[in-house]
C-alpha cells in the first residue's frame, strides 16, 4: 500500500489548510497509509547554517526527512501570507531538503517525489497566489509537482464547524485529483532506496 506524507503548512490549532487535508484524507481511506506532520511535530528555528551543526537539531531534521523518505507522494496544504506560502512551511523544506548538501550519505528528499499542492483560504484567490511561489521552491528542488491544485476560495464559509460542505462539482474535482495523484505515485518506483 502506499503512503502518503500530509503536510499543513499553517501552525494554527483551527487552520482550515489542515481541516481540508483531512477531508483528502478521508477519500484516500483504505488506499493508502497517511501519515500526518503536526506542526507540534516540527518545532525547528529559523534556519541558519550557523545551528547545522547543533547535534541535537540535525538529528530532529533526520527524523522529519525520514518521514519524507518515506512518503510515495506528498500533500501540502499552505495557507497563503502575502501572496508567500507560509514562512513555516518553507523554513521546514529548507531544513530537509538542507540535508542533502551537508551529508553525502543523504538524499534529496523531493527530488522526483509526486507531490499535490492545496490551499484553503479565506479570500477569493483560494490561495492559489501563494501555490506558484510555492511550485517554484519545490521545482527547484527536483520534485515532480501535479500541474493541478486544489484551491478553496471563501473557506470559512464552507466549513460548518465539524467539516466541509462542497458543492457536488468541488467535492468530484477533489477526488478526481486525489485520484489521478494516486495513481501517478503508486505506479513510480519506490523513492525511499534511490
Known amino acids: 500500500m502506499s503512503r502518503f506524507l500530509l503536510l499543513s503548512g499553517s501552525q494554527r490549532q483551527e487552520s482550515l489548510n489542515a481541516r481540508l487535508l483531512e477531508h483528502i484524507a478521508i477519500t484516500l481511506t483504505g488506499r493508502a497509509d497517511i501519515d500526518v506532520l503536526k506542526p507540534q511535530e516540527v518545532c525547528l528555528p529559523l534556519f541558519n547554517q550557523d545551528l ?8 530532529h531534521v533526520r527524523t522529519l526527512h525520514a518521514r519524507f523518505m518515506r512518503a510515495d507522494g506528498l500533500i501540502l496544504a499552505s495557507p497563503e501570507y502575502n501572496c508567500l506560502p507560509s514562512p513555516y512551511l518553507t523554513n521546514l523544506i529548507a531544513w530537509v531538503s538542507r540535508l542533502a548538501f551537508t551529508q553525502s550519505a543523504v538524499q534529496n528528499p523531493f527530488r522526483g517525489r ?9 479570500g477569493w484567490s483560494g490561495g492559489a497566489i501563494g501555490l506558484t511561489a510555492l511550485r517554484t521552491l519545490l521545482a527547484y528542488l527536483n ?4 500541474g493541478e491544485q486544489i484551491c478553496l476560495p471563501y473557506a470559512g464559509d464552507a466549513w460548518n464547524g465539524m467539516e466541509f460542505n462542497f458543492d457536488p462539482l468541488f467535492e468530484d474535482h477533489i477526488r478526481s485529483l486525489v485520484d489521478r495523484f494516486v495513481e ?11
Do not use: F
Not at 520534485?143 to 501535479?146: C, I, P
Open 184 to 194: 501517478l505515485a503508486t505506479g513510480r518506483p519506490s523513492l525511499e532506496n534511490r
Open 52 to 59: 547545522e551543526d547543533d547535534v541535537a537539531i540535525a538529528a
Open 143 to 146: 520534485a515532480l509537482v501535479v
Open 114 to 122: 509526486p507531490i499535490l499542492l492545496c490551499s484553503a483560504s479565506t
